[in-house]
């Protein structure tokens, strides 16, 4: 059975950080490339970042851009999302996806989703 399972969310204050990793189980990652994507209560699901499948090229969201960061580790088949700088806009549920496509950034190439992990930035 594939599987994704996201871990590392939580509570954190305004300004501190957070890594969330995404394991895979069932399947290699490193035949898939791989995003992260978010939704807030009461929004609609927004990616957050992607990484091609070796890892060579990533995109963030312009929300996210030069306080998060997205690697890849194929050797453990994880992927993480760093978290620095967090704000309270940043509260959502967080999900890992991946997808054969060279690029999963937009919810319409995922072909497998995980449960979800919930951050939440409060103080």
């Known amino acids: 059975q594939l599987q994704l399972v996201e871990s590392g969310g939580g509570l954190v204050q305004p300004g501190g950080s957070l890594r969330l990793s995404c394991a895979a189980s069932?399947?290699?990652?490193?035949?898939?490339?791989i995003a992260w994507f978010r939704q807030a209560p009461g929004k609609e699901r927004e990616g957050v970042s992607c990484?091609?499948?070796?890892?060579?090229?990533?995109n963030y969201a312009d929300s996210v851009k030069g306080r998060f960061t997205i690697s890849r580790d194929n050797a453990k088949n994880t992927v993480y999302l760093q978290m620095n700088s967090l704000k309270p806009e940043d509260t959502a549920v967080y999900y890992c996806?991946?997808?054969?496509?060279?690029?999963?950034?937009?919810?319409?190439?995922?072909?497998?989703w995980g449960q979800g992990t919930q951050v939440t930035v409060s103080s």
């Open positions: 069932g399947f290699t990652l490193d035949s898939y490339a």
């Open positions: 996806a991946a997808g054969f496509a060279l690029m999963v950034c937009h919810d319409s190439t995922v072909d497998y």
């Open positions: 990484i091609s499948r070796g890892g060579g090229t990533t």
